[in-house]
């Protein structure tokens, strides 16, 4: 079997929130001080109908969306557990899927990466995204992060 993609509910939040991979939940804890089910829930919430559960062979190994920002931008977000990129080649193809769906929206998406998560900031380059600048105090543990763009 391999990667699934649906849309999500609040239950695969609760699932994935038990297995969130350490570098998703210290980032999500560095950046704005929420728990992994708090912060999967918000993602739910403020991403609607562009948030989407990852299966591998029928089990959520992660989350992942767009929240709006305005008519034109949103922030590009996922979390996940320790086996979500278990599969590179198939992980990357469903990540450029959805990066070709999300881009049909909104002509600008961001993300501000922990500067410890370096697994993230290679994937977001290699999926397009470019290196805009370092936040040295960003977030409630005033670290550094960086923020990665794409446009149209």
């Not at 999500?8 to 609760?14: G, V």
Request: aromatic content about 12%; hydrophobic content about 35%; some cysteine.
């Amino acid at each position: 079997m391999g990667y699934k993609v649906r849309k999500t509910i609040k239950r695969d939040c609760e699932i994935l929130a038990e297995k969130m991979r350490e570098s998703d939940r210290n980032e999500i804890w560095s950046s704005h001080r929420a728990t992994p089910i708090e912060a999967l829930e918000q993602g739910l919430n403020e991403s609607g109908d562009f948030c989407y559960t990852l299966l591998l062979n029928e089990e959520v190994v992660g989350i992942f969306g767009v929240n709006r920002v305005d008519n034109k931008s949103g922030v590009v977000w996922l979390m996940g557990s320790n086996n979500m990129t278990s599969n590179k080649s198939g992980f990357y193809k469903v990540s450029k899927k959805y990066l070709r769906l999300f881009r049909k929206e909104f002509s600008l998406l961001f993300n501000y990466v922990d500067d410890r998560n370096k697994q993230t900031a290679k994937w977001l380059e290699k999926l397009g995204f470019s290196f805009i600048q370092q936040e040295p105090k960003f977030g409630a543990d005033k670290i550094p992060f960086n923020l990665f763009m794409i446009g149209r």
